[in-house]
């Protein structure tokens, strides 16, 4: 026979009352009591549905989702999820907030978490800067007690609670062995395109992507890495420098956003200059770029599954259950023009 509340306060010697308190993690219960009410529930073995219960009591889960505001194809993606996630708010009892930042500041991303964290939310996702500010920010949420979830680009240490995105080295060592394979054994440069290496996710890609090529592909040589800032605009600039500069570029790894910047660059370079191209996200421009040719392959995360896991994740942390990490694990596709969705 399963245990129930009426046994647990027997054995701790509380009331019901008392018991609901600690159970629910509502104030006005001493330490002592609640330590005598913890080992209660755990001597008895007692399981509680938390699910249920939340469902009873009507309970609804305030979330912030803090999003870097650059105009590229993937965080209008991200943010159309998010918009998603909002239409679903009833049935799984959410209310999301979006709260903006600059892209790439990291001092605007630490006020922003801190000020997040002020108003109480269930939890607080982000797409983490990885810098000093922001890990002292994250810490602070996290020393709150309220659940913290990296999205997309993780935050170095442990100052989080789960990281819902790929895994970026290995996306980088694919990256790289698609690029060597597609360039078939020939000599020259090969340009790297990243966002900014302030952000973990675009530094372990590009490290990555840079020791399978060095251990495999020789005759490639690593041009210094460009920072488009994932800016369309700065993104077209700097590769239409770069391919009026330089004549023996036979590669271009871009790892970051801004493709519609590059595709336009690249339509500028003559057919017979046109490097082998591996791009990150698969987007209407993107895979225009595949099917015309101006690139090769394009690596490819979810963004609607790293929002529905945020979600999931920061849920469960607020009730105290476990994470699934089969659930949450984030796939890197691979797609060529032939295997189009």
């Given at each position: 026979?399963?245990?129930?509340?009426?046994?647990?306060?027997?054995?701790?010697?509380?009331?019901?009352?008392?018991?609901?308190?600690?159970?629910?993690?509502?104030?006005?219960?001493?330490?002592?009591?609640?330590?005598?009410?913890?080992?209660?529930?755990?001597?008895?073995?007692?399981?509680?549905?938390?699910?249920?219960?939340?469902?009873?009591?009507?309970?609804?889960?305030?979330?912030?989702f803090?999003?870097?505001?650059?105009?590229?194809?993937?965080?209008?993606?991200?943010?159309?999820?998010?918009?998603e996630?909002?239409?679903?708010?009833?049935?799984?009892?959410?209310?999301?907030?979006?709260?903006?930042?600059?892209?790439?500041?990291?001092?605007?991303?630490?006020?922003?978490?801190?000020?997040?964290?002020?108003?109480?939310?269930?939890?607080?996702?982000?797409?983490?800067?990885?810098?000093?500010?922001?890990?002292?920010?994250?810490?602070?949420?996290?020393?709150?007690?309220?659940?913290?979830?990296?999205?997309?680009?993780?935050?170095?240490?442990?100052?989080?609670?789960?990281?819902?995105?790929?895994?970026?080295?290995?996306?980088?060592?694919?990256a790289?062995?698609?690029?060597?394979?597609?360039?078939g054994?020939?000599?020259?440069?090969?340009?790297?395109?990243?966002?900014?290496?302030?952000?973990?996710?675009?530094?372990?890609?590009?490290?990555?992507?840079?020791?399978?090529?060095?251990?495999?592909?020789?005759?490639?040589?690593?041009?210094?890495?460009?920072?488009?800032?994932?800016?369309?605009?700065?993104?077209?600039?700097?590769v239409?420098?770069?391919?009026?500069?330089?004549?023996?570029?036979?590669?271009?790894?871009?790892?970051?956003?801004?493709?519609?910047?590059?595709?336009?660059?690249?339509?500028?370079?003559?057919?017979?200059?046109?490097?082998?191209?591996?791009?990150?996200?698969?987007?209407?421009?993107?895979?225009?770029a595949?099917?015309?040719?101006?690139?090769?392959?394009?690596?490819?995360?979810?963004?609607?599954?790293?929002?529905r896991?945020?979600?999931?994740?920061?849920?469960?942390?607020?009730?105290?259950?476990?994470?699934?990490?089969?659930?949450?694990?984030?796939?890197?596709?691979?797609?060529?023009?032939?295997?189009?969705?």
């Open positions: 026979m399963k245990p129930t509340v009426h046994d647990i306060a027997s054995r701790a010697g509380v009331s019901l009352a008392t018991v609901d308190r600690v159970l629910n993690r509502r104030p006005g219960v001493s330490a002592r009591t609640r330590e005598k009410v913890d080992k209660a529930v755990h001597e008895l073995g007692f399981v509680r549905d938390v699910a249920a219960a939340n469902l009873a009591k009507g309970r609804t889960y305030p979330l912030t803090v999003i870097p505001s650059n105009d590229n194809s993937f965080m209008r993606g991200l943010r159309l999820a998010l918009d996630a909002r239409d679903r708010a009833g049935v799984e009892r959410i209310a999301i907030r979006l709260v903006d930042v600059p892209a790439f500041d990291a001092a605007a991303l630490a006020r922003a978490l801190k000020d997040a964290a002020a108003e109480q939310p269930a939890g607080i996702a982000f797409v983490a800067v990885d810098a000093p500010e922001v890990a002292a920010a994250a810490a602070e949420v996290t020393a709150a007690g309220i659940p913290l979830v990296t999205l997309v680009s993780d935050l170095s240490g442990t100052e989080r609670d789960h990281y819902a995105g790929i895994d970026n080295a290995a996306a980088g060592r694919t790289a062995s698609l690029l060597g394979r597609f360039a054994g020939r000599q020259g440069k090969v340009a790297v395109l990243a966002g900014s290496m302030l952000v973990r996710d675009h530094r372990e890609r590009c490290e990555a992507f840079a020791s399978l090529i060095a251990r495999d592909f020789p005759t490639l040589e690593l041009l210094p890495v460009l920072e488009g800032r994932d800016d369309p605009a700065v993104v077209e600039r700097l239409a420098a770069l391919f009026s500069g330089l004549d023996d570029i036979v590669a271009l790894y871009s790892l970051g956003a801004g493709n519609r910047g590059l595709v336009k660059a690249l339509e500028r370079v003559p057919a017979e200059r046109r490097p082998v191209v591996i791009a990150h996200e698969l987007t209407e421009t993107t895979r225009g595949l099917q015309s040719g101006l690139i090769d392959a394009v690596l490819n995360q979810d963004a609607g599954h790293e929002v896991s945020a979600i999931r994740v920061l849920k469960a942390k607020a009730d105290g259950l476990p994470v699934v990490a089969d659930q949450e694990r984030i796939r890197i596709d691979i797609f060529l023009k032939d295997n189009l969705p």
